[in-house]
């Protein structure tokens, strides 16, 4: 079976623009969760989706906007980037959202902010 | 806002030795406590787990042990080996995850 996937694996973008990143979970998982990754730092959580309804969110800016569609994958929006944006951002899956649920994680997205 | 403090930064141990790391959590409410390894451009991926009703667990040369106590729970890697090398995460929580600022682990030959 496929674990998570994410796209693009890499990209580059200017200053100011937006991005948006794009996840599929495990098959029969329907909670997706988003996590930053800075170099040389742990991930931090951005955002959890459960049936398309937001579960929980961290601490990051209004810029950080995600959404879950009916066939569980989701999608990581980022306006007006800055240079501080730049990390891996991974995208996670987990069967539901109760406590101490096991989370799979993906390979990632290598976001560059120039 | 909710720490995971790991220790130590890094670590250099020779074939065979027996790396600790070390983490230590605030919020009593969490109730999940993995840990992830992460190989450079990779996703990280989970390598063991531990709720807290037990103080110990082991899946194959890889133990947690859990002080509920002291907040602090520490993976030991048996028999290390090269292959091992990678950096070390480790997670506490109950619904979402915060995560150490992770280990990087050099086992020489």
């Known amino acids: 079976d496929a674990g998570v996937t994410q796209s693009p694996t890499h990209l580059i973008k200017t200053r100011g623009q937006h991005v948006t990143l794009r996840c599929s979970p495990i098959?029969?998982?329907?909670?997706v969760s988003w996590y930053q990754q800075v170099l040389g730092q742990g991930p931090q959580f951005i955002f959890q989706y459960y049936e398309k309804e937001e579960r929980g969110r961290g601490n990051f800016p209004d810029r950080f906007s995600a959404r879950q569609f009916p066939n569980y994958s989701s999608e990581l929006n980022v306006n007006a980037l800055l240079l501080g944006d730049s990390a891996l951002y991974l995208c996670a899956s987990s069967l539901d959202v109760g406590r101490g649920n096991t989370i799979y994680f993906g390979e990632g997205s290598w976001l560059t902010v120039v | 806002q909710q720490q995971v403090k790991q220790s130590p930064q890094s670590l250099i141990v020779q074939k065979g030795g027996i790396p600790i790391i070390n983490c230590a959590y605030e919020n009593t409410a969490f109730d999940y406590f993995p840990w992830y390894q992460q190989f450079p451009g990779k996703g990280p991926a989970l390598l063991i787990a531990?709720?807290?009703?037990?103080s110990e667990k082991k899946e194959g040369r890889f133990t947690i042990s859990f002080n509920k106590s002291a907040k602090q729970f520490s993976l030991h890697i048996m028999d290390s080996q090269p292959g091992d090398s990678a950096t070390y995460f480790c997670?506490?929580?109950?619904?979402?995850?915060?995560f150490g600022k992770g280990t990087k682990l050099s086992v020489i030959p």
């Open positions: 098959s029969g998982h329907k909670s």
């Open positions: 531990i709720r807290p009703d037990v």
């Open positions: 997670g506490a929580g109950s619904y979402q995850l915060t």
